[in-house]
């Protein structure tokens, strides 16, 4: 059987933020119970702001992102509260996933949300 691909997004910026301890805590958990697991950590994955400019597309942080979410079977995506909504670094990091449009967007994926 193949290990279940699940892709983690943080949502936060700063280095010591609590979502961000949430996600790595949660993330042991997942490996620990069979699963191949890939952190977006965005306080070292910069991406770009969103503009969808042949240079932004290409950036490697938007490809890694792109491609992690393309390939996973499950979605979790983590993020602190700003104001009674997302942080705009996972708002960002949202509109880069709509690069997944021509590949089926997110349709049959397992998302879950902290």
């Not at 280095?15 to 949430?22: A, F, V």
């Not at 770009?48 to 490697?60: F, G, I, N, Q, T």
């Not at 890694?64 to 997302?86: K, N, Q, T």
């Not at 509109?95 to 994926?109: F, I, V």
Request: some cysteine.
């Amino acid at each position: 059987m193949s290990l279940l691909k699940l892709v983690a997004v943080d949502g936060a910026r700063r280095t010591d933020s609590e979502s961000r301890k949430l996600l790595h805590l949660s993330k042991m958990y997942f490996e620990k119970a069979g699963a191949d697991v890939y952190l977006f950590d965005q306080s070292t994955e910069l991406l770009p702001v969103y503009d969808e400019s042949e240079a932004s597309v290409e950036h490697p942080s938007v490809s890694r992102l792109v491609s992690s979410v393309h390939e996973a079977d499950v979605i979790v995506l983590c993020s602190p509260e700003y104001h009674g909504s997302m942080s705009g670094a996972m708002k960002n990091a949202l509109d880069w996933l709509t690069l997944l449009s021509e590949k089926g967007n997110l349709r049959g994926k397992v998302v879950g949300l902290m």
